[in-house]
Each structure stands twice: as C-alpha cells, then as structure tokens.
C-alpha cells in the first residue's frame, strides 16, 4: 500500500474505534452494537481492492482486539475484518468507482452478516461459549439492520477521502480512454503504422500532440 493510504487508513480507522467504543457502544442499542468499524474497512476495501482491504481490515481488527473494553482473545477480531475486507474489495471496479448502491448495501448487508457469524465460530473454536447464551437470530438482524442505516453516511464518504488521497490521475484512467490513446498512437510511435485512417505527415502531427498532452498530464507523477 502506499504511504498516503497507510496514513488515511489509520486516521479513519483510529476515529472510527474512538466513535464506536465512546458513543455507539453506550447507546445501548438492542441487539448488536452499530459496527463503524466494519463498516470503515469496507469503504476503504472498495476503492483499494481485496489485498488493501485485508490489509486494512487486518490491522482495523488487531486495534480493536487490543484496544479496552476488549474482552476476547487477541487476533479474533482481526481475523473476521481481515476476511471481510478481502471479499469487499473483490467488488471494486477498475477505476473505483460504482455506478449503483445496489452493490455496496448488499455488501454491506453481507458483511454485517457474515462478520458476526464469523466472530460466534472463531470464538467457539477458542472456546468462548457467550454466543451460545444471547439470541443470534436477533443479533444478526440488529446488526444488519444498524449497519444499513448508517451505511448511507459512512461508506460513501469514507470512499470519496479515499479516492481523494490517491492524488492519481491514471487511476481515473478508464479503458476505453486507454484503447483511444492506442488509436491515436501513444504505443504505435516510430512504427510507421496506419492509425485511425492517418498516414505521413498528418499521422505524425497527431502523434505529437497526443504525446504532448499526455506528457503534461502525468509529469510530476510518480509510479511506485
């Protein structure tokens, strides 16, 4: 990952633990608790893809493991958001951005879903039996239930601050804009080949342009 979205993973992640054990976790809600935490892994998993969004959901899940009132076994959490962010970030379009809502609820709805039944059998596994005595029916529908209604003012946000740090502009890139750049002759210089019907003279005149244009749109950007 890189650096920029190392710093604004932290950011969001530490304010988003802060808000969910200082504020959501004392409404006392019925059922589950509101998960922003969850919910933060799964914008930025979005916008980052599947590795970024284990990665995130990872180090997201080890914080609240460690971080007090926590009172379950270390690594518990972090194996459940770690999970969750992969397969979030397997929907991620190539240049990050989602044309409906559809997606991202149901992902959501998943998610929310998932990651309680997930963290019931990791604790049955480790032998916490708390799952056993609280109703998990109502506890899935609670949960899926807190997390759509936040959803509509945590995710898309949390996607935009992510989109914005990229600082990027060939991640904005999309295919067809690529495929035009090839017509025009961006791989095809020095070649002598026929491009969009333009030969000679004119086929070089559009070829420099094109590179100029391009030139000046990515000089100053880095690749890592």
Same mark, same amino acid.
């Given at each position: 990952?890189?650096?920029?979205?190392?710093?604004?993973?932290?950011?969001?992640?530490?304010?988003?633990?802060?808000?969910?054990?200082?504020?959501?976790?004392?409404?006392?809600?019925?059922?589950?608790?509101?998960?922003?935490?969850?919910?933060?892994?799964?914008?930025?998993?979005?916008?980052?893809?599947?590795?970024?969004?284990?990665?995130?959901? =990872?180090?997201?899940?080890?914080?609240?493991?460690?971080?007090?009132?926590?009172?379950?076994?270390?690594?518990?959490?972090?194996?459940?958001?770690?999970?969750?962010?992969? =397969?979030?970030?397997?929907?991620?379009?190539?240049?990050? @951005?989602?044309?409906?809502?559809?997606?991202?609820?149901?992902?959501?709805?998943?998610?929310?879903?998932?990651?309680?039944?997930?963290?019931?059998?990791?604790?049955?596994?480790?032998?916490?039996?708390?799952?056993?005595?609280?109703?998990?029916?109502?506890?899935?529908?609670?949960?899926?239930?807190?997390?759509?209604?936040?959803?509509?003012?945590?995710?898309?946000?949390?996607?935009?601050?992510?989109?914005?740090?990229?600082?990027?502009?060939?991640?904005?890139?999309?295919?067809?804009?690529?495929?035009?750049?090839?017509?025009?002759?961006?791989?095809?210089?020095?070649?002598?080949?026929?491009?969009?019907?333009?030969?000679?003279?004119?086929?070089?005149?559009?070829?420099? @342009?094109? @590179?100029?244009? @391009?030139?000046?749109?990515?000089?100053?950007?880095?690749?890592?």
């Amino acid at each position: 990952m890189r650096f920029n979205r190392i710093l604004l993973s932290i950011a969001l992640v530490v304010v988003a633990l802060v808000i969910q054990v200082s504020v959501l976790a004392r409404l006392h809600l019925p059922g589950a608790v509101p998960d922003l935490l969850l919910l933060t892994v799964l914008g930025l998993a979005m916008v980052y893809g599947h590795v970024g969004g284990a990665l995130v959901g =990872f180090g997201a899940g080890l914080l609240a493991d460690l971080a007090p009132p926590a009172d379950h076994a270390a690594g518990r959490y972090a194996l459940v958001l770690c999970v969750i962010g992969y =397969f979030a970030g397997l929907i991620k379009p190539e240049n990050g @951005r989602l044309k409906s809502v559809t997606g991202p609820m149901a992902v959501v709805v998943a998610a929310a879903i998932g990651s309680t039944l997930l963290y019931a059998g990791v604790g049955a596994l480790v032998g916490d039996t708390a799952a056993r005595h609280v109703g998990l029916p109502g506890l899935l529908f609670s949960a899926a239930l807190y997390d759509l209604l936040l959803a509509p003012f945590v995710v898309p946000a949390i996607m935009w601050l992510a989109r914005r740090s990229d600082n990027d502009p060939l991640a904005e890139t999309s295919p067809a804009a690529k495929a035009g750049d090839i017509s025009s002759g961006w791989l095809s210089s020095g070649t002598g080949l026929r491009v969009g019907g333009q030969s000679g003279l004119g086929a070089l005149k559009a070829k420099a @342009r094109t @590179r100029s244009t @391009r030139v000046g749109r990515i000089k100053g950007v880095k690749r890592l």
